[in-house]
């Protein structure tokens, strides 16, 4: 499957941990900073001074648990890619619960569980809608028409 050709695996951990930690602060300093402007007192100076230092002080700390994520997922599917010799969806989804499970860990045993079924089911979702699309796209390839394949007179020859 093309969509598993990606960088080497000791790359792969830098790149996704660092993926991970910029799409974490980009989308927590959105977040924050619309929560810090709600929850400002009345006044346009005040409401975005406070959204500006939410962002200042919630943004690294929401990337940086993304980060944390994203480096041990990618640590796992490599590990997973060096023990079974092969990438398929089976190691996303593996590495996904694995990764729920440990972060879990300080909560405990039935918590570690249920992390690792959210894991999993949900990099199931991720890597099944990305097998759909994969095969509708291929599909639309394969429906579209070979001239080549046409008769002479369909071609513009005039035959």
Do not use: H
């Not at 093309?2 to 080497?8: A, D, F, G, K, M």
């Amino acid at each position: 499957m093309e969509e598993y050709i990606r960088e080497p695996c000791p790359w792969r951990i830098v790149d996704d941990c660092g993926g991970a930690f910029t799409m974490g602060a980009i989308g927590g300093g959105v977040f924050q900073a619309v929560k810090g402007f709600r929850n400002a007192p009345a006044g346009i100076g005040y409401r975005l001074r406070s959204g500006a230092n939410a962002v200042r002080v919630r943004a690294p700390q929401i990337g940086g648990s993304f980060a944390v994520w994203g480096g041990l997922f990618s640590t796992i599917d490599c590990g997973l890619v060096r023990i079974r010799g092969k990438e398929d969806p089976w190691n996303s989804i593996t590495s996904g619960a694995m990764t729920g499970a440990i972060l879990a860990a300080r909560s405990g045993p039935l918590v570690m569980v249920g992390s690792a079924m959210m894991g999993g089911i949900l990099l199931a979702l991720i890597e099944g809608v990305g097998i759909l699309l994969t095969r509708y796209t291929a599909q639309q390839f394969q429906n579209a028409e070979d001239p080549s394949q046409l008769p002479p007179k369909d071609r513009g020859l005039g035959l």
